[in-house]
């Protein structure tokens, strides 16, 4: 039971991920049948290498393949400059995490191997990281890496940072990768999740690459509208000066007492243009703000509903244990301290009631949850998730 939990929340994990590609309209084409047999080529290869009675050398083989793909992949992001700044204020290094861990993977004894591999066998979507992180590079820089001519995915200048065409769905797509890996981490025990812990920072590092190319998009493109803005009104003003010259000589020649009328009228003119540009100006700005402030938080409601529901999954897993399994203390500390002991008693009663309402049997469960909130009330929080967890279960069976 103890194995099965941590590989439900990864498979959960790896559901919510696909769950956020569809939302995002990101959904992948069937593959064609060449490319599904490679992909079960390689499921059989890794099964194989995975195997126990495999010689266990293939798999301190395996990760180091894996080590290098990883680095393979983030190293365009981490080539551009402005991005590697922003690494290392971050203190993320990711490069030198894998690098780390290769070297502590060629230390490792042949018993910590049997361990690791075993520990692996529980992750089985370790393996798929080097092409989900692969999968976020532009096409000529995915070309460049099959032939090893690395080159920066965009250099430090507004141009390329605008052709780059990051959007708030790669990075939504990043980040759900990200949430993978820290599921895949948790899966594996200390002291043998070092590779994963790299893998993870490594991801990491992505999204925060490509967050920051997308601000330097951000940032260039409103540059790059208030100059066409500038240009128009400076090119306009010239045109209207040119045209009052003009009319001026002329006016001038055939009747010199129609001169000042004429040109109070131009200026009239020209502040009526001028006045219309600088409200066109500010209404473009405002709505462009307006909508980087709904994309942004349209991105946290996602976030913050994928962490709901991830802990919600994780809280009905441990409602399911054995009586004498060791509960998890966050959830049966109360929420005035810190924890969520309020969710577990909302979770229970739902279940409850939605068995109920679909003409089910909760058989005794109804009194082990008024034993539960009674604890609850009286201050007795481990009693109170002790029943929490047998109305649950009674309800459940």
């Given at each position: ?6 590989l439900?929340?990864?498979l959960i994990?790896?559901m919510l991920i696909?769950?956020?590609s569809?939302a995002t309209q990101?959904?992948?084409?069937p ?9 079960h ?10 195997n126990?009675?495999?010689d ?11 080590l290098?793909?990883?680095a393979d992949?983030i190293r365009p992001f981490?080539?551009?400059?402005v991005?590697?700044?922003?690494l290392?204020?971050?203190?993320l290094k990711p490069?030198e995490m894998?690098a780390?861990?290769k070297?502590?993977v060629?230390?490792?004894s042949?018993?910590d191997?049997?361990a690791m ?6 992750a089985?979507s370790?393996?798929e ?6 999968s976020?590079?532009n ?8 032939s090893?001519d690395i ?5 430090d200048n507004?141009a390329?940072?605008?052709n780059a065409g990051i959007?708030?769905t790669?990075?939504a797509i990043?980040?759900?990768f990200?949430?993978?890996a820290e599921a895949?981490q948790d899966v594996i ?6 590779v994963?812990?790299?893998a993870?920072?490594?991801t ?13 998009k951000?940032?260039?493109e409103g540059?790059?509208?208030?100059a066409?803005?500038q240009t128009?009104?400076a090119?306009?003003?010239t ?11 002329a006016?001038?020649n ?5 001169a000042?009328?004429?040109n ?5 003119a020209?502040t009526?243009?001028?006045?219309n540009d600088n409200?066109n100006t500010a ?13 942004i938080a349209n991105d946290?409601a996602?976030?913050?509903?994928l962490?709901?529901?991830l802990?919600?999954?994780?809280i009905e897993?441990d409602?399911?244990e054995a009586?004498n399994a060791?509960?998890v203390?966050w959830?049966?500390?109360?929420t005035?301290?810190?924890?969520h002991l ?7 009663t ?6 109920l309402?679909?003409g089910g ?7 082990f ?14 009693s109170a ?5 047998k109305?649950?279960k009674a309800?459940?069976?």
């Amino acid at each position: 039971m103890t194995c099965l939990r941590p590989l439900a929340i990864s498979l959960i994990s790896l559901m919510l991920i696909l769950q956020l590609s569809f939302a995002t309209q990101t959904i992948a084409a069937p593959l064609p049948a060449g490319a599904q047999s490679a992909q079960h080529i390689e499921r059989e290869r890794l099964s194989r290498i995975m195997n126990p009675a495999t010689d266990v050398e293939e798999f301190r083989q395996e990760l180091n393949n894996y080590l290098t793909e990883m680095a393979d992949a983030i190293r365009p992001f981490n080539e551009i400059k402005v991005v590697r700044e922003e690494l290392n204020r971050s203190g993320l290094k990711p490069l030198e995490m894998l690098a780390q861990a290769k070297r502590s993977v060629a230390e490792l004894s042949t018993a910590d191997l049997f361990a690791m591999r075993a520990a692996y066998a529980n992750a089985p979507s370790w393996r798929e990281q080097p092409n989900n992180l692969r999968s976020l590079l532009n096409p000529e820089v995915q070309q460049q890496q099959k032939s090893e001519d690395i080159t920066p995915l965009v250099a430090d200048n507004c141009a390329d940072g605008i052709n780059a065409g990051i959007t708030n769905t790669d990075i939504a797509i990043a980040d759900a990768f990200r949430i993978a890996a820290e599921a895949i981490q948790d899966v594996i025990p200390p002291p043998f999740n070092f590779v994963a812990v790299a893998a993870t920072a490594a991801t990491k590092g992505v999204v925060l690459a490509l967050q920051t190319l997308k601000n330097i998009k951000d940032d260039c493109e409103g540059d790059a509208f208030e100059a066409a803005i500038q240009t128009q009104i400076a090119d306009s003003t010239t045109t209207i000066i040119s045209a009052v010259s003009s009319a001026q000589t002329a006016i001038v020649n055939n009747d010199n007492s129609n001169a000042a009328t004429i040109n109070n009228n131009i200026t009239a003119a020209k502040t009526e243009i001028v006045n219309n540009d600088n409200t066109n100006t500010a209404n473009i700005i405002a709505n462009d703000n307006s909508n980087r402030a709904l994309i942004i938080a349209n991105d946290n409601a996602n976030a913050n509903a994928l962490r709901d529901l991830l802990l919600r999954t994780q809280i009905e897993a441990d409602l399911a244990e054995a009586d004498n399994a060791t509960p998890v203390a966050w959830y049966l500390t109360p929420t005035a301290n810190g924890g969520h002991l309020n969710l577990v008693q909302t979770i229970v009663t739902q279940t409850l009631a939605n068995i109920l309402a679909a003409g089910g049997n909760i058989g005794n469960a109804q009194s082990f949850l008024d034993r539960a909130n009674a604890d609850k009330a009286a201050g007795n929080f481990e009693s109170a998730y002790a029943n929490y967890r047998k109305a649950y279960k009674a309800a459940a069976n």
